[in-house]
């Protein structure tokens, strides 16, 4: 404790020093002139400045994770994070100020300007500001975690099993219809694991018996389609065209499995990263405190899936789901009346299919790190290159952080990610929302483009709004749960369309589409400077956009190794996931990839051997 105690005064230190070296700095007024002395002067100037502002970063960035380290000490001591605090904002405030008046060609040396005062890249990262959020928001958090996991739960069985006279009767006696109607009251009362798993086979016979039912009314329409035929149909032309198109399709759901697993395997998605570290996480962790919470939330657990299921077999499903949101966030300590009308929105987008994926890990940002991404900002100075996870922080991450607890915590600068198909800007936007714990959004012209009879099947909601008002009813429920909740990540995808180049390709989406998309966008905009909300952006191409989609403050442009450097990525990749002993089976293309570049002489026919010969197998 006393090492980490020397180690944080010494750091204030530097930090004392390097301000007043810094303010001196600025201090100082550029020459003006066209003179061969005075450019020299200037650039001496803003060289010595950039050297300072690197510098004083790296010691602020070691004061802070001292800072964390005392935090974990003393469990969440106060004066610890008001100090954690003070160093954020003015990290952020910093970072945000100098990067923008310093020339770009200082800017793309960050890495060697880091060596050079013996800072190694991971002393110059930034650590997470989990320890400043306030404990009510990571809280609410946590809580819509799980309630999109029973919310998802719900969704399945919904789909695959309607309240419906139709289906209720095929294969079932009274007894299980009776265990089917129970009411509320008695399903509340059930605890143990016995009865859930009698209740869930009830409902898995139901299900199976939909099932059945709806594949012999498939056979039977069939059959009356096939009597009224009046052309005669040659058998073995119809068994010829069957056998190639079948063909055709397993080849390519073959390739594209073999493909799949080989990104997997490697590590070579950043999508696979977010679904996967979490899980292998969590089997590292075997600690008995762990142990212990979760004996405490498996009654809970059951109890909200019981109600879930109970939800699917109600006349009464809106009310009653209704109510339960109502009675839970009531229950809670600090619940107001915006907390639970966010509580009732955040429900009708999940079913609306606007809230999908929350990312559980709040590292999710530091796992990203290890995929080589060159960003691009673009400045009014020009173009900059910089360090992605640092320039996210501190625009985004620290003053969202900071809004939950300090009144001063900066502007959330909103940011246009730019860069090809599978370059990571979905990825990075979640690890965005999971770093600050706040809720993801994630909005795309086609989810307006969705009529509503498709969603009538898994959501209730929708059975009530017309087919005229639906594209604005689902965009105005977006902006209402923004608005209610005050602290959310949205993001809005495929912004490319909104270019000049591609004014043809919006001619196949309807005009009402369009335009609730633009109003969304117009309302979180203006939501943006009252409220916490980080406003993201996604782009293929990197063109001016119209508006009021031009209205992004920062432009990052992520440029991921080209077709050499990719092949050199993944034997990297290969190697380390080997030496790491977590790769538990090479890939199958891979080590046919390997037999074949000892004969084929040309990469298009290895390729090409190397997919017939999987595809075949």
Not at 226 to 237: E, F, M, Q, V, Y
Request: net charge positive; glycine share 4%.
């Amino acid at each position: 404790m006393t090492t980490v105690n020397d180690q944080a005064l010494n750091s204030l230190a530097d930090i004392l020093r390097l301000e007043t070296e810094h303010a001196d700095i600025i201090s100082q007024k550029l020459l003006r002139g066209a003179g061969e002395k005075q450019r020299r002067r200037n650039r001496l100037h803003e060289e010595r400045r950039y050297k300072n502002f690197v510098s004083l970063f790296v010691a602020y960035v070691r004061f802070a994770r001292e800072l964390t380290d005392l935090i974990s000490i003393f469990d969440h001591s106060e004066l610890a994070v008001q100090t954690l605090t003070a160093v954020y904002s003015r990290l952020s405030h910093l970072f945000v100020t100098e990067v923008v008046l310093l020339p770009a060609d200082l800017i793309a040396s960050w890495d060697s300007s880091c060596l050079a005062i013996q800072a190694p890249k991971q002393d110059s990262n930034l650590p997470l500001p989990l320890s400043v959020v306030a404990p009510s928001r990571r809280e609410i958090w946590l809580k819509r975690l799980e309630q999109l996991k029973t919310l998802q739960i719900s969704m399945i069985i919904r789909r695959h099993a309607l309240m419906d006279d139709q289906f209720i009767g095929m294969d079932m006696n009274d007894d299980e219809i009776s265990e089917l109607e129970r009411s509320e009251s008695e399903l509340s009362h059930v605890f143990d694991e016995d009865g859930a798993c009698l209740l869930i086979q009830t409902f898995e016979r139901v299900r199976q018996a939909l099932l059945r039912r709806l594949y012999l009314k498939d056979v039977r329409q069939k059959a009356l389609d096939l009597d009224k035929k009046t052309s005669d149909i040659d058998i073995n032309r119809a068994a010829v065209v069957i056998q190639s198109r079948t063909r055709g399709y397993l080849t390519r759901k073959r390739v594209k499995e073999q493909r799949q697993q080989e990104l997997k395997l490697l590590g070579m998605q950043l999508e696979t990263v977010l679904r996967l570290q979490p899980n292998e996480q969590s089997i590292k962790i075997s600690s008995p405190v762990a142990k212990e919470s979760e004996d405490k939330t498996k009654s809970s657990m059951i109890v909200e899936i019981l109600s879930a299921l109970h939800a699917e077999l109600s006349s009464e499903q809106r009310k009653t789901m209704k109510n339960d949101n109502q009675r839970v966030l009531a229950g809670s300590p600090g619940a107001d009346k915006n907390e639970r009308l966010a509580g009732m929105s955040f429900e009708e987008l999940v079913h609306l299919g606007v809230i999908q994926k929350q990312p559980s890990d709040p590292n999710l940002i530091n796992l990203l790190v290890s995929y080589p991404v060159e960003t691009i900002w673009n400045t009014s100075k020009g173009a900059k290159i910089i360090d992605l996870r640092n320039a996210l922080l501190c625009t985004t991450v620290v003053p969202q952080a900071l809004s939950t607890t300090s009144g001063d915590c900066g502007t959330t600068k909103s940011i246009l990610l730019i860069g090809r198909s599978k370059s990571g800007k979905s990825a990075w936007s979640q690890a965005i929302a999971a770093s600050c714990a706040a809720t993801y959004i994630h909005v795309t012209p086609k989810l307006v483009k969705k009529q509503p009879t498709l969603r009538n099947k898994i959501c209730y909601i929708i059975t009530k709004v017309s087919d005229g008002n639906y594209k604005l009813w689902i965009t105005q429920r977006c902006a209402q749960f923004a608005r209610d909740d005050k602290y959310v990540v949205i993001a809005f995808d495929r912004l490319e369309m909104f270019a000049a180049s591609e004014e043809k390709k919006r001619k196949r989406f309807k005009v009402a589409m369009l335009n609730a998309f633009r109003k969304l966008f117009t309302s979180i905009v203006e939501l943006k400077e009252s409220s916490s909300v980080i406003l993201l952006g996604m782009s293929r191409k990197n063109e001016e956009l119209e508006s009021p989609f031009n209205l992004f403050d920062i432009r990052m442009i992520l440029k991921v190794p080209e077709t050499p450097e990719r092949f050199e990525l993944i034997v990297g990749r290969l190697r380390t996931r080997l030496g790491q002993n977590k790769l538990p089976v090479i890939p199958k293309r891979v080590l046919e990839l390997s037999k074949a570049t000892r004969k084929a002489p040309s990469c298009g026919e290895i390729l090409e051997k190397v997919d017939a010969k999987i595809s075949n197998a």
